[in-house]
């Protein structure tokens, strides 16, 4: 190398300036970069109200068929920048249900930014249960029902018959009679 320098002095300088440019540019010097920017959002997601043991029932739908069900509250990252709709539904505690507020919200997250949305349980009324004598005049009832989108009341006699209430008054007639068919004698029936 030395012999070469010497033949021609007038590249050492140049040689010198190329080198440098080399090492700067592997060391990412030389000039200004800037950070990549975030691609995806992150959202924390509250839910308050809850007993022990009580999961909450709130489903996050958003961009690119995203559907996540939670029950209880996180934080949710890598999420697609763009409007989340977050459903809640109401939950059974015992005998009483707890409802969600909101019940539907609208939540915008944006890229490299963290959105929050909030749900509260609250204990609606209790369930209340309560009977209701229906018709007199029976013979051993063992069954009642009623068919979708019929007013009418089916109840069903051990021995045999299937009476029909209607408009609250029971059927002299039977709906069916199989009683010469059966005996109740025993358990029977």
């Known amino acids: 190398m030395r012999h070469v320098f010497s033949r021609h002095p007038n590249t050492w300088p140049a040689l010198l300036l190329a080198c440098c440019l080399a090492l700067l540019a592997a060391c990412g010097g030389g000039h200004d970069e800037h950070p990549p920017v975030a691609a995806t959002g992150s959202m924390t997601v509250s839910i308050v109200g809850l007993t022990a043991g009580v999961a909450g029932a709130v489903t996050l739908t958003g961009p690119a068929s995203y559907s996540k069900l939670l029950t209880a509250g996180a934080t949710l ?113």
């Open 77 to 189: 990252t890598d999420l697609a920048p763009g409007a989340y709709a977050l459903n809640a539904a109401s939950v059974a505690q015992g005998t009483a249900a707890l409802a969600p507020t909101p019940v539907t919200q609208q939540v915008q997250v944006y890229a490299g930014a963290t959105a929050g949305a909030s749900v509260t349980y609250a204990a609606t009324a209790p369930l209340a249960l309560a009977l209701q004598e229906v018709a007199s005049g029976l013979s051993a009832p063992i069954f009642l029902t009623a068919p979708p989108g019929d007013s009418r009341l089916f109840i069903l006699e051990r021995p045999g018959r299937i009476r029909v209430v209607q408009n609250g008054n029971l059927l002299a007639t039977p709906f069916l009679d199989i009683s010469s068919l059966t005996t109740t004698s025993g358990e029977r029936g």
